[in-house]
């Protein structure tokens, strides 16, 4: 179908070259109460991304993207969608966005919030860059009267867990439901967190964890019983009950509340998600979504659907049922997005104990990936077996400066090495055939080495630092313009005890790179990018493969 104005297109792979400089000819007006953002001097754009197209003019376009008019040449522009997956930065946390090919959205996570123990370091939350895809790069969207009251649609989100560096920042975006946002399904691996005293487990007895009861015959093997599957379970553990004196309590059973308020309205339901999920409404043509995890047991004894219970002794010699993280961070929803020849593994918080029950649940074969997201931040404690299963050509890890985790680990990024492919490059030749790539020099040669790749969020950001300001004090003039005066000897600190830093000295952030990392493929070739460092002419570092072109050496 030919480019037609007032209809959207997509950037093409720019003859090979999968990103190209936009003409910024000005600054779309703000959206939904946006706040009007300087007008840049340029635009980078990326395969797949997506434009409205305004105008066409001979062989140029005028589109609208990215909160701006560009011009762009005709030539570059296509009909042909492709699968656009985001990797945000949130510092120590987990959010991705997705785009299928056929316009449906997805989240994957909404990382930590804005400020707290967990919290996103920069001040930027999943759901702040959310915004600025919906409303300002798709701001066209909703422009007009007619689109005033429209809000931005999610087909589905998952939550892999309820831990807050994965769902912190949902209860901003729970707030912003109506006005800004809509969501069909909202899925979860069916944990809650109460508030009931942790109890002892015994044999033949109940145990109480943070994430509910614990039942079992053997100490070897307990279960959690208390899953939550719809917004019906919501209502039933909001408030105490006979013989149950716990509720829902903390900051997932708040946005589990507000998610709950919206139902019929903004949300459609709610869901839970295991390896015995069927049909789940995930997948959206030509990209079909298998959720490989939690693992679901059937209790023994009891015939009722559990999670099992993945928690150590504690030395004091009862079951550690006060903070079982092993637990959250183990059954974490997995998903498997699969278009054409291409996978794409989502893994969640993933442990050793988990991908023990993975990998006995499931032949090696369902976690093999082309790109796979690094389970828990780069945490060393995993199985080398599931790695191994997985073997992706390129791997990223979402992880922060929150120097308490270390992640990601030295040992898990030098596995990851090991047990990736290494693969040569096979391109095909106009005439038929192919060539193997090669790099030579004096008399030396040999194949040119594709992968592993390794993406880090925290590595792809960075700043830019300067010392040496003065502080001034800004007054209005007698015609209305700012007036500002030097304050000598200026110090900072953050309370009158100090410790005093002397501003002049003190180094300060003028630039943030986001460390954001982009995926893209039609189903064939994939792309990853990340905007390079210089903020004043903006552009992408870009890896390139076609897994059926590589092969193994």
Request: glycine content about 10%; some cysteine; overall charge neutral.
């Amino acid at each position: 179908m030919p480019i037609q104005e007032n209809a959207i297109a997509f950037i093409d792979d720019c003859n090979g070259k999968y990103q190209m400089m936009a003409k910024v000819l000005g600054k779309e007006p703000p959206v939904k109460g946006r706040r009007k953002r300087e007008t840049w001097e340029k635009a980078a754009m990326v395969w797949g991304d997506v434009v409205f197209v305004r105008k066409l003019a001979g062989s140029k376009a005028e589109v609208s993207a990215k909160g701006h008019v560009l011009e762009i040449p005709k030539a570059r522009l296509t009909d042909q969608p492709i699968l656009n997956i985001w990797q945000i930065d949130v510092g120590q946390g987990d959010a991705s966005l997705i785009r299928f090919p056929d316009g449906r959205w997805a989240a994957i996570d909404l990382g930590p919030a804005r400020s707290g123990f967990i919290n996103t370091n920069s001040g930027r939350t999943a759901v702040d860059f959310m915004a600025w895809m919906a409303f300002e790069d798709h701001g066209w969207m909703f422009h007009g009267a007619e689109n005033a009251g429209r809000t931005f649609h999610f087909d589905w989100i998952a939550f892999t867990h309820p831990d807050e560096d994965h769902i912190g920042a949902g209860k901003q975006f729970a707030d912003m439901l109506g006005k800004y946002w809509s969501v069909g399904t909202v899925y979860h691996n069916g944990m809650g967190r109460f508030d009931g005293t942790p109890r002892e487990w015994a044999p033949s007895a109940t145990g109480m964890s943070q994430l509910g009861e614990i039942v079992g015959d053997d100490e070897g093997e307990l279960y959690l019983n208390t899953l939550i599957d719809t917004f019906d379970d919501v209502d039933a553990y909001e408030k105490p009950a006979a013989r149950r004196p716990w509720k829902l309590s903390g900051n997932w059973a708040n946005i589990l509340k507000k998610l709950r308020d919206h139902r019929g309205r903004n949300v459609a339901a709610l869901g839970r998600l295991s390896d015995k999920s069927t049909n789940p409404a995930l997948g959206s043509a030509p990209v079909s979504v298998k959720v490989l995890g939690p693992i679901e047991s059937t209790i023994p004894g009891r015939g009722m659907a559990g999670l099992r219970y993945l928690d150590e002794n504690a030395t004091s010699g009862f079951y550690n049922l006060g903070s079982p993280s092993l637990s959250r961070n183990g059954h974490s929803v997995v998903l498997r997005l699969d278009f054409n020849d291409v996978r794409v593994l989502m893994t969640g918080d993933l442990n050793f104990r988990s991908q023990a029950l993975l990998l006995k649940r499931w032949g090696a074969g369902e976690f093999a990936c082309h790109v796979g997201k690094a389970c828990h931040h780069g945490s060393d404690d995993i199985s080398w077996k599931f790695l191994k299963a997985m073997s992706p050509i390129a791997t990223l890890y979402s992880s922060g400066d929150q120097e308490t985790h270390v992640h990601p680990r030295a040992l898990v990024l030098g596995m990851t090495g090991a047990f990736a492919p290494r693969l040569k490059w096979n391109r095909p030749l106009p005439g038929g055939g192919v060539e193997t790539v090669k790099q030579s020099f004096a008399g030396h040669s040999e194949e040119e080495l594709f992968a592993p790749l390794l993406y880090s969020t925290e590595l792809s950001r960075s700043v830019a630092m300067r010392a040496g300001f003065k502080a001034f004090t800004r007054t209005a003039g007698s015609d209305g313009t700012p007036v500002h005066t030097l304050v000598d000897n200026c110090w900072l600190a953050t309370d009158d005890k100090g410790p005093f830093l002397r501003l002049g000295d003190t180094r300060v952030v003028e630039n943030l790179t986001y460390g954001l990392i982009n995926i893209r493929t039609d189903g064939k070739t994939v792309v990853i990018a990340v905007l390079e460092e210089s903020a004043k002419n903006p552009a992408f570092h870009v890896e390139v493969f076609t897994p059926s072109e590589l092969e193994e050496i």
